[in-house]
């Protein structure tokens, strides 16, 4: 039983408004209609002329929203719990130290309890290949990992398990959408699931999109993506960056997000990019190497008889305790 207060409905926000700003409205009860008038839960033994009655009323839910303090895991480990993990559509993914595996169940599960809208949580091990697919392992929930996510007005089918998707990539793609100009023809050289192509060509108005991927995988996410958002100006091809746009007309912007290797494939991008053409190119480095890195590039393209500049850099994420993700927007001059 809980200690209550019985109002006339038409009385009820004042005196709820009054009971909260002095501290008297019990909040771990949930207020109870009864008939024209309310149950207001109460922490104190009188209020005003109300009688204080013992009423039933449910208790208030607390929603939790961060798994951690769903967790029991000794002390010790309390804090290798990670505070980030990526959610791709209904699936979560959350990197686990070796200490921590023998949690697993316990972590997917809480996870689910804090975001209702997963259908599972996986266990990601890393990127491997040149494709750069996600080493998965089930730990909550069911189905698979293949889901539907949305992003910008968009939705992108994709399965991290078989082609490379980044969320974190968002607030990068709307940027870019924004810089495009009507009628610009783009070259994505290392385009994944084409969440850059479905971002741009949904919201920008290219002529056209080239949408590249060596991971003939990546073709079948990607034409569904081109049917699902209704997309017309999309070009989907498979194949070796490299190779492929020696086929491809000359672009006002190249997009190239593979950032361990990109910088390997400049040279063709420029070869394919008009003048004033934009490249954006994605780099991981050592923080303290990025300086040299840009100068060595810079006098590198000029070798091959590029003419180019850096319009600006910026960090994207941090990689590790000492490396990041950086994107260099590169001007053709
Ligand atoms: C970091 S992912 C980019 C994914 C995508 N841009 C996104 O935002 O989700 C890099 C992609 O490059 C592809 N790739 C690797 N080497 C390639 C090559 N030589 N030519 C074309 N694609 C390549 C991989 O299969 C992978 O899908």
Same mark, same amino acid.
Request: aromatic share 8%; hydrophobic share 40%.
């Given at each position: 039983?809980?200690?209550?207060?019985?109002?006339?409905?038409?009385?009820?926000?004042?005196?709820?408004?009054?009971?909260?700003?002095?501290?008297?409205?019990?909040?771990?009860?949930?207020?109870?209609?009864?008939?024209?008038?309310?149950?207001?839960?109460?922490?104190?033994?009188?209020?005003?002329?109300?009688?204080?009655?013992?009423?039933?009323?449910?208790?208030?839910?607390?929603?939790?929203?961060?798994?951690?303090?769903?967790?029991?895991?000794?002390?010790?480990?309390?804090?290798?719990?990670?505070?980030?993990?990526?959610?791709?559509?209904?699936?979560?993914?959350?990197?686990?130290?070796?200490?921590?595996?023998?949690?697993?169940?316990?972590?997917?599960?809480?996870?689910?309890?804090?975001?209702?809208?997963?259908?599972?949580?996986?266990?990601?091990?890393?990127?491997?290949?040149?494709?750069?697919?996600?080493?998965?392992?089930?730990?909550?929930?069911?189905?698979?990992?293949?889901?539907?996510?949305?992003?910008?007005?968009?939705?992108?089918?994709?399965?991290? &398990? %078989? *082609?490379?998707?980044?969320?974190? $990539?968002?607030?990068?793609? @709307? #940027?870019?959408?924004?810089?495009?100009?009507?009628? /610009?023809?783009?070259?994505?050289?290392?385009?994944?699931?084409?969440?850059?192509?479905?971002?741009?060509?949904?919201?920008?108005?290219?002529?056209?999109?080239?949408?590249?991927?060596?991971?003939?995988?990546?073709?079948?996410?990607?034409?569904?993506?081109?049917?699902?958002?209704?997309?017309?100006?999309?070009?989907?091809?498979?194949?070796?960056?490299?190779?492929?746009?020696?086929?491809?007309?000359?672009?006002?912007?190249?997009?190239?997000?593979?950032?361990?290797?990109?910088?390997?494939?400049?040279?063709?991008?420029?070869?394919? &990019? %008009? *003048?004033?053409?934009?490249?954006? $190119?994605?780099?991981?480095? @050592? #923080?303290?190497?990025?300086?040299?890195?840009?100068? /060595?590039?810079?006098?590198?393209?000029?070798?091959?008889?590029?003419?180019?500049?850096?319009?600006?850099?910026?960090?994207?994420?941090?990689?590790?305790?000492?490396?990041?993700?950086?994107?260099?927007?590169?001007?053709?001059?």
């Amino acid at each position: 039983m809980v200690k209550c207060i019985r109002v006339l409905k038409k009385d009820g926000e004042p005196v709820r408004s009054k009971l909260i700003s002095l501290g008297l409205l019990d909040l771990s009860f949930r207020i109870r209609s009864d008939g024209d008038h309310i149950l207001l839960p109460v922490v104190c033994d009188s209020f005003e002329d109300y009688e204080i009655i013992d009423e039933e009323l449910e208790v208030q839910k607390h929603m939790e929203t961060d798994y951690r303090e769903l967790i029991e895991v000794p002390s010790e480990l309390k804090e290798k719990l990670p505070n980030s993990y990526d959610v791709i559509g209904d699936v979560a993914l959350i990197k686990l130290e070796d200490e921590l595996l023998s949690y697993k169940g316990q972590i997917g599960k809480a996870l689910m309890a804090v975001i209702p809208s997963l259908r599972t949580v996986m266990l990601d091990s890393g990127v491997k290949g040149e494709f750069r697919i996600r080493d998965l392992e089930q730990i909550a929930g069911t189905g698979t990992s293949e889901t539907i996510h949305k992003e910008f007005g968009t939705r992108m089918l994709t399965d991290p &398990a %078989k *082609v490379y998707f980044n969320p974190r $990539l968002a607030t990068e793609r @709307e #940027r870019i959408t924004l810089e495009v100009k009507s009628g /610009e023809t783009i070259i994505d050289m290392f385009a994944g699931v084409a969440p850059f192509g479905m971002v741009i060509c949904k919201h920008a108005y290219p002529k056209i999109m080239y949408s590249i991927d060596l991971n003939p995988e990546a073709e079948y996410f990607a034409k569904r993506n081109v049917e699902m958002n209704h997309i017309t100006n999309l070009v989907i091809i498979t194949g070796d960056a490299k190779e492929a746009v020696k086929d491809l007309p000359q672009a006002d912007r190249i997009i190239m997000n593979l950032p361990q290797m990109a910088d390997q494939f400049l040279q063709y991008a420029l070869e394919k &990019a %008009k *003048v004033g053409a934009t490249i954006h $190119l994605h780099k991981i480095i @050592e #923080r303290s190497d990025f300086d040299d890195f840009v100068k /060595e590039l810079v006098s590198k393209m000029k070798g091959f008889g590029y003419d180019m500049h850096i319009a600006r850099t910026s960090e994207l994420k941090t990689y590790s305790p000492t490396m990041s993700v950086y994107v260099l927007d590169i001007v053709r001059d």
